[in-house]
């Protein structure tokens, strides 16, 4: 292992002192001012602005990019795969109200729509975090309790994201997850800084799985062009088709009448 990289994983690797601390002044005084104000310039009251060349560049140079190389990213996970994840955990689970739907309010899954519905769901460092910064609003539950959010979350059309905290290495991406998001198209501002500013100015990451569509099975419905939230897919010769980057989140697979679309792993 290089120098650098073992300098850089002991100042963001999991259980790093710097990472804990940056983690908990994320969730207490940075997360949510910066979610507000993101989803106005960009979907909200002050569009009017975010559509000014200078205050987009501001926003991707200034917020996006250090943020989404540095700060935080994601990395989808299809609706079977996440419940694997939850298994898979060690240690407490918290829950909490959706920061983005808490913080804008623009989202028809905000939480005054869905009453007792929360979704932001933190695992590994990020409960203690979240749970320091906000303990009237998270509590802990059992992965029975998380399973039944994410199932109902998936049943509204939400897809699952992981987030990692400090993805500066591909070492240390994994294992520095804090929280599993229940995502959607209307109130996700990761999601709005990937759409509106581009993949190379807020980066979202490449799940492990991949969708692969069997044309025998195609009847060329279109349900999965319009479940994927990445535009990645089309219809072409009467056939489902992929034409983008497959982020692997399986909302194309969930909505396909045919069962046509597989969710397999990515090849290395």
């Known amino acids: 292992m290089s120098g650098s990289h073992t300098l850089a994983h002991a100042i963001t690797g999991e259980h790093s002192r710097f990472r804990r601390w ?45 943020f989404g190389y540095l700060g935080d990213t994601a990395r989808p996970i299809p609706y079977p795969q996440i419940l694997d994840v939850i298994d898979a955990l060690d240690g407490p689970i918290g829950v909490g109200p959706c920061r983005c739907r808490t913080a804008h309010h623009g989202c028809r899954h905000a939480p005054e729509t869905e009453p007792g519905l929360d979704t932001d769901i933190v695992i590994r460092t990020g409960v203690d975090a979240w749970t320091r910064a906000f303990p009237h609003d998270y509590r802990l539950i059992d992965k029975t309790q998380v399973k039944h ?71 060329g419905h279109g349900a999965c062009v319009a479940a994927c939230p990445f535009d990645a897919r089309t219809l072409a010769d009467g056939k489902a088709a992929m034409t983008g980057m497959c982020l692997g989140c399986g909302m194309c697979a969930a909505a396909c009448p045919e069962r046509a679309i597989e969710i397999m792993l990515r090849e290395t």
């Open 22 to 66: 940056t983690l908990y002044i994320l969730a207490r005084f940075i997360e949510m001012p910066l979610l507000y104000l993101g989803y106005h310039l960009l979907r909200g009251r002050f569009q009017w602005l975010g559509r000014n060349r200078l205050v987009r560049a501001l926003l991707g140079w200034g917020v996006a990019v250090p």
């Open 149 to 219: 959010i994410i199932a109902e979350c998936h049943r509204q059309g939400m897809w699952h994201m992981v987030f990692i905290h400090c993805p500066v290495t591909d070492k240390n991406k994994q294992e520095n997850e804090y929280v599993i998001c229940n995502c959607c198209t209307c109130g996700c501002l990761p999601y709005i800084l990937n759409r509106e500013l581009g993949q190379r100015m807020y980066p979202l990451l490449r799940g492990e799985y991949i969708a692969r569509t069997d044309p025998r099975r195609c009847t």
